[in-house]
């Protein structure tokens, strides 16, 4: 068991083209989001372990002795609605507790409690999580806690070895061990969410861009993962230009995977960063209710909603052409196209019925800055992107960042195709990060 403090961090996601269509089997371009979630671990000797969410307003201590004694077979055998239940009853929730966000502490004890069995008896710990994340915004925020949790876990349990060497502000782990977080990240997105597809799990493991597909996530098109000197200059740019909460970093570079297999390096160059605004609408919706809507409208309209399914695919497939050129030659031109993407398929989305008037309120404010958006996720409120073009001028940025603000919505001004997981030395960590998830020593 290791005796020193770990910090973990990884990235959240946003869908870059393919919301909705890819429930019908069509291509979704999903990228990480360089606003990120940041994990403290120390072990100590009290007897305890605690868990720390200032996001969400939770703390929770428990007697490290006492779950020593709980009967785990559970979480080897039944349903997961069953072991949901009995984390539940270890968490001290009532059965009919109906806070989503109360399901991050079972998600905890589920990996705590299997992961840490390897050990002789079960490790005192304190856990505290901090996000840059809204949750509930389909940004991946449930999906880069799982990922720091089995990161931290498995590392300091020693299932996996702790990659940060002396001397260096960050470390990334070797693709076997991403495999192992990754895998362990999805069982805490399935005690979340039920059934996840895996790709928020991934893409926070990885980072960089892939595609999903009737189940099948895949690399970009001439995409590779950057090897281990580009990942360096990565979390370095990370580190170095970050302006919290409501700016990120400038740029980074991308990595794929495919299902859980890196890319072999060397294939083809990499792709550019993209910078982008990122805003919530802060409006509620239920993805559920939205997928129900345009399967709904698809029964109804079968000869109008196809076609414009296809479509949708069409614009995901031009995207994955369009950012492959980039990787070798980036220009204006294909901003300029990327653009005309991002309209149409916004023009779509509210042809599918799952637009909203404050998504139409984003999209008129950043059109009148001669700027491009659409919403990603479900839909019907939540969040929207907006693309930053290279050549844009710094105070038409914040010209466009302030219009959008005084319309009521959280603007962040950030990039994607992030690095994935890594873990970091605190000094590495700006002062806001340190002082949100505490002692540090």
């Known amino acids: ?18 919301e909705h269509s890819v429930v019908h089997g069509k291509v979704a371009l999903a990228v990480a989001l360089n606003l990120r979630t940041f994990l403290r671990l120390q072990p100590h000797n009290s007897g305890k372990v605690s868990l720390r969410l200032p996001n969400i307003g939770i703390q929770q201590t428990w007697d490290v002795a006492r779950l020593q004694l709980l009967d785990t077979s559970f979480l080897e055998q039944g349903d ?7 984390l539940k009853e270890v968490a001290g929730f009532s059965k009919d507790s109906t806070n989503h966000d109360c399901l991050a502490v079972p998600a905890f004890l589920y990996l705590y409690l299997t992961i840490c069995r390897s050990q002789r008896t079960l490790p005192s710990l304190d856990i505290a999580v901090w996000s840059e994340l809204p949750t509930g915004a389909g940004l991946g925020s449930s999906a880069a806690y799982s990922v720091c949790l089995a990161a931290a876990l498995l590392t300091a349990c020693e299932e996996i070895p702790n990659p940060l060497k002396d001397g260096e502000a960050t470390g990334r782990w070797t693709e076997e061990n991403l495999e192992l977080i990754n895998k362990w990240a999805f069982q805490g997105e399935r ?6 597809s895996g790709v928020d799990n991934a893409i926070s493991t990885w980072g960089g861009a892939l595609r999903y597909q009737q189940g099948k996530i895949s690399p970009l098109k001439r995409c590779t993962v950057p090897g281990p000197q580009a990942i ?6 990370v580190l170095g230009s970050r302006n919290r909460p409501a700016q990120a970093t400038e740029r980074q570079r991308e990595g794929c995977h495919h299902e859980g297999v890196p890319v072999e390096q060397g294939q083809s160059p990499r792709l550019p960063t993209l910078k982008i605004l990122l805003v919530n609408t802060k409006v509620p919706r239920s993805t559920k209710a939205l997928v129900a809507s345009v399967r709904n409208r698809m029964l109804k309209f079968p000869e ?7 479509s949708m695919d069409a614009i995901s497939l031009e995207c994955e052409r369009v950012l492959g050129e980039m990787a ?4 204006l031109e294909h901003y300029l196209v990327l653009e005309e993407l991002i309209d149409m398929n916004q023009h779509h989305l509210n042809a599918l019925g799952v637009g909203h008037a404050s998504l139409d309120q984003l999209c008129q404010v950043t059109t009148a800055h001669g700027l491009h958006s659409k919403l990603t996720g479900a839909g019907g409120g939540g969040c929207g992107i907006t693309l930053l073009r290279p050549d844009l001028e710094r105070p038409e940025v914040e010209d466009t960042k302030q219009a959008l603000t005084s319309c009521g919505f959280d603007c962040w001004e950030t990039s994607i195709g992030a690095p994935g997981v890594f873990v970091h030395m605190a000094a590495s960590l700006d002062a806001s ?9």
Do not use: F, Y
């Open 191 to 196: 005690v979340i969410h039920g059934n996840p």
């Open 1 to 18: 068991m290791l005796s020193q403090v770990l910090l973990v961090s990884a990235p959240g996601k946003v869908i870059l083209h393919g």
């Open 232 to 237: 360096k200059m990565d979390l370095d740019i």
């Open 433 to 441: 990060v340190q002082q949100a998830l505490g002692d540090l020593r």
């Open 328 to 331: 070798a030659a980036p220009a």
């Open 80 to 86: 997961l609605t069953e072991q949901v239940e009995k």
């Open 304 to 310: 109008i909603i196809a076609p414009l399914l296809a």
